[in-house]
Structure formats: C-alpha cells, structure tokens
C-alpha cells in the first residue's frame, strides 16, 4: 500500500488508525516531511515494524519510508539508490525470492532451481493477491455509506501531486485576502483597541457577558471531547496524547485557563496555526485556487471551546438569536431550515401567494469581516468591554 502522508508527524495518528484496522504487511509513504531526529522517529515508530526513511535534509517537505513487519525478510538496496542520487527513492529487496531469480537466470541453472523461484514468486503473487481482496473487503465491509464513500473517493480520486509553493509567498498571498477583496488596508490592533476603551461605560446590571471562571470538571470534560484524529498544529502535541493524561493535565490548564481569563489575555503560543493548503481544484495553478485551513494547538481549542460554550449559553439566555437562524446552534442544522422554508411554501400556497426565494453565497465571507462593525456589535448585543479586550488579546 502506498501513502502521500503530507507530513507524518501531523497525520501519524489516521496512518496509524489505518495500519491497526488492516493487515498491511508494508506500507510505503511518501512526503514524509522527517528529518533525522532520534525523538522524531521514536514517535512514528509502530510496534510490530520495522522502518526505513530517506529523509530530506536539506529543505522543508518530501522524504520517503517504508514500514515493513518485522516476521519479513528484507534487504535494503543502497546500491540501486546510490545510482540515482538526486532522486527521491527507497529499493528493498526480498532476499529469498531475489536469490532465486539470480540464481534461475543463469544460463547453467537446473530445472530445481527454475521450479524453486516459481514456487516461491506464485506464493509471493497469491499472497498479494489475497491480501489486496482482504483489503478491499474489509474497506468495503462498512454498515456506514459515509465509510464506503470515503474509500471510493480515494480510489477513484488519489491524492494530487504535493503542491510546490514558496510558503513564505503563499502566506503573504492569504494574510492579505481581505486588502486585495476590499481594496482597503487592513485595520490595527491599536485602533481596535481605541475603539473599545473609548466605548461608553455599560450599567452593572448583571445582563451583560462577562467570562466566568472555568472548573476543572468542565476543562477535564472538554479535553474528553476532543476529536482524537485532528491534526496536529506548530507544537507537535497529538490530541489523543492530551487525553491520555486529561485526568492530570486537567488540574494546571485549569489554572492557566482561569488566569487568561482574569487577565482578558490569549496566550500567544496558543494562536500560532499551522497553515495548510488545500486545493479547491484538482491541479491548482494559482494560489487563488489553494484554501487555507489553519491549524491550531489542542490546548487551544480547549480554552476556544470553553469560551464558545459560555457566549452560547447567554446568547440563548438573552435571547439574541432569531428563531430562523440555525448557523451553529445547538439543535439546529440545515434540516431546520428546510423545514422552515418547506412550511413557508405551504403557507403560502395554502393563500394563493407566489413564493420567491433570494440565495446569497458570500465569497471569502470570513476574510472580509470588519473589525470595527463586530467589536460594537458585541457590544450593544451585551458583551462587556474586559470581553471585547479579550477577545482583541
């Protein structure tokens, strides 16, 4: 079986997923991105396999390995590689059947020999055979038709060639989407912050949106919730090692919670996302056509959830939403909305009235949010100034 990874160490825990739920013998990967580092490789090491890389050195990405198990006979062919190296290849020999073939092409060989190799290429063939018929029986044995879709998608639609892009152009190109879109430059963080110091002081109430302190049962529970096949961000933490020890990380990230929010601060480290493009066409020519999907660290995502979790909580409370919107509500979706618009349908030709409907698709809807307009929009929505300024930090 062969893999374009994409970055092990980001993707090491869906290899690894795979790897457990099929009888891979072995496993070839390209766009490793390793390097030769004794941590590294202890990380991406599986129990029950044995590893070769070629790793490149010298730039960022590419790399090439192998995970072969380790009841297999092998021989790696530096010879074959040292021909050839300005390419990016690994060669293995199987050293059994590889001797017989050496020794059943000379010209002085007995039929014994001739029928040795056979046997042993025949097994060779039908043990690929029935593992490839395992496989697919076992991709295709799902009850789920998202599963059986997923692996059709793949067959059907590999991955592309890995992009070649300046990553320092490219980031250029996505940090300033919103200057090109609006033809504007973008507004600062002193001005934002002027904005909301200068904003008018709110009556002590109780009705407006402070952030409470968190409990450690609520950062324990939400560190349980984690999805443990996200993508690793800039720190290298896995989410499934976070849950591992959620029990005792609970505790300290608590405190470091509770801290940022007394402060209104967001750690730095926290918002530092690894950027990766995703084409939204199958041979990209420009960078137009790569979205970016930022990936940012678990712990992250921790104090995110939290926060998102109290400002849902009010919101409903107080009332903000409309009954019509369903974007990112708990117990709504996209059938509520079809419903909603079936029974207006209805209604309507229940009257005699004719129904239009006016579809709107924003392009680049997030890039081009105006700062400004959303920081005195919390605000007259209830939303405390020590909110807005964490919510600038």
Not at 155 to 173: A, G, Q, S, Y
Not at 193 to 220: A, H, I, R
Not at 289 to 314: D, H, N, T, W, Y
């Amino acid at each position: 079986m062969h893999l374009n990874t994409q970055s092990m160490v980001s993707t090491f825990n869906e290899f690894l997923l795979t790897v457990n739920s099929y009888p891979l013998d072995i496993v070839a990967l390209s766009e490793t991105w390793l390097k030769d580092n004794p941590q590294l490789m202890e990380y991406v090491s599986i129990p029950g396999y044995a590893t070769e890389f070629r790793h490149r050195e010298d730039i960022k990405g590419g790399g090439v390995g192998v995970y072969i198990k380790e009841d297999i006979k092998y021989k790696r062919r530096l010879d074959i590689e040292k021909l050839h190296p300005e390419l990016e290849h690994l060669w293995l020999g199987v050293p059994e059947r590889d001797h017989l073939r050496h020794k059943a092409h000379k010209s002085d060989a007995d039929n014994g020999v001739w029928t040795a190799f056979r046997l042993v290429r025949n097994n060779l063939k039908s043990a690929i055979r029935s593992a490839r018929k395992a496989f697919i029986e076992k991709a295709l044995s799902s009850n789920k038709s998202r599963d059986i879709w997923r692996v059709m998608h793949r067959i059907l639609k590999p991955n592309p060639k890995p992009l070649r892009v300046d990553p320092d152009e490219l980031n250029t190109h996505f940090a300033t989407t919103a200057e090109r879109t609006l033809e504007a430059s973008a507004v600062s963080l002193s001005d934002l912050t002027s904005l909301t110091d200068n904003l008018p002081e709110q009556s002590s109430n109780g009705d407006q949106f402070n952030l409470k302190p968190v409990t450690q049962e609520d950062v324990f529970k939400c560190i349980r919730a984690l999805r443990s096949d996200c993508s690793t961000g800039v720190d290298n933490i896995p989410a499934r090692f976070v849950k591992l020890v959620a029990e005792h990380l609970a505790c300290p990230l608590t405190s470091i919670i509770n801290k940022c929010i007394s402060n209104a601060y967001f750690p730095k480290l926290w918002k530092i996302a690894r950027v990766s493009s995703i084409p939204k066409v199958e041979n990209p020519t420009s960078n137009d056509q790569l979205r970016p999907i930022s990936i940012l660290p678990v712990l992250s995502k921790v104090f995110e959830k939290l926060v998102a979790g109290q400002m849902s909580e009010f919101a409903e409370r107080a009332a903000l939403l409309p009954e019509r919107i369903s974007g990112f509500r708990k117990g709504h979706s996209t059938t509520s909305v079809l419903l909603g618009i079936r029974d207006d349908i209805r209604h309507a030709m229940k009257k005699g009235d004719i129904t239009l409907m006016v579809l709107a698709d924003f392009s680049k809807a997030f890039d081009t949010i105006c700062f400004k307009s959303t920081i005195e929009k919390f605000y007259k929505l209830g939303f405390s100034k020590t909110f807005l300024k964490w919510l600038l930090s």
